[in-house]
């Protein structure tokens, strides 16, 4: 069973650069043909596809967050990142990571297929 676990800061500054981890137990990150997201939900707004980490490295951002939005991995520690700059108090939402086979831009539906648990992340001075 396939296992994912957001980690990082709840309280980013503004003009900051966010950093979330998520540990990925159950599964490689490497394997054909999963696809590895950066999800997250404002309050009151609905899921926003962030980016994401194909299982050859390969990366593909939102074109609404690319220029702030860097995604990465750590293979030996089954470990994807997001990384989104200039952090405004805009950015506050909940943060998931999840997993898709072949790439997921949008329908994103929670409860459906392997997410993690989600992390708060409030921007505030």
């Known amino acids: 069973q396939v296992q994912l676990q957001e980690s990082g800061p709840g309280l980013v500054k503004p003009s900051q650069t966010l950093s979330l981890t998520c540990t990925v137990s159950?599964?490689?990150?490497?394997?054909?043909?999963?696809?590895w997201s950066w999800i997250r939900q404002p309050p009151g707004k609905g899921l926003e596809w962030m980016g994401a980490i194909a299982y050859s490295g390969s990366t593909y951002y939102s074109p609404s967050l690319k220029s702030r939005t860097s995604i990465s991995r750590d293979t030996s520690k089954n470990q994807f990142t997001l990384q989104l700059s200039s952090v405004t108090p805009e950015d506050t939402a909940v943060y998931y990571c999840?997993?898709?086979?072949?790439?997921?831009?949008?329908?994103?539906?929670?409860?459906?297929?392997?997410w993690g648990q989600g992390t708060q992340v409030t921007v505030s001075s």
């Open positions: 159950g599964g490689s990150i490497t394997t054909n043909y999963y696809y």
């Open positions: 999840a997993r898709s086979y072949q790439l997921k831009t949008t329908g994103w539906i929670r409860g459906s297929g392997y």
